[in-house]
């Protein structure tokens, strides 16, 4: 069996990822058949690390299969819903710096300093 850690896995390609599902599927398959025609104990036992491996696996592709779409969006305008920050609501919600820092008309006409002239007494 090739390697199950998840650290492991991220180096492989995707064709091995698939060959290596493909072949723990395969082996749930007979486990599963020897579960019904004769239950050991040692069989039962690692159906569980098999469906574990194999859920492993798909995690990963999908992950690196994001990463790449990620990397595909990253300098568009617009990036589609699932693959934007998450955050919380109300951080998404929130005014950009940008529309912070915008003033009204009146604001600015606050804002603006009258020019002040002195008299010199002579």
Partial sequence: MAPTNA???RKLTKKDL???LKDLKKELLTLRISKV???SPQNLSKIRVVKKSIARILTVMNQKQKASLVKFWKDKKLIPYDLRPK??????????AK????????????????????????
């Fill in 99 to 122: 529309q912070l820092t915008k003033r009204t008309r009146r604001q600015q006409n606050k804002l603006v300093i009258k020019a002040k002239f002195a008299v010199r007494a002579k």
């Fill in 37 to 39: 025609a004769s239950s």
């Fill in 87 to 96: 955050k919380t609501r109300a951080i998404r919600r929130q005014l950009t």
């Fill in 18 to 20: 698939l060959t290596q």
């Fill in 7 to 9: 650290a492991a896995l």
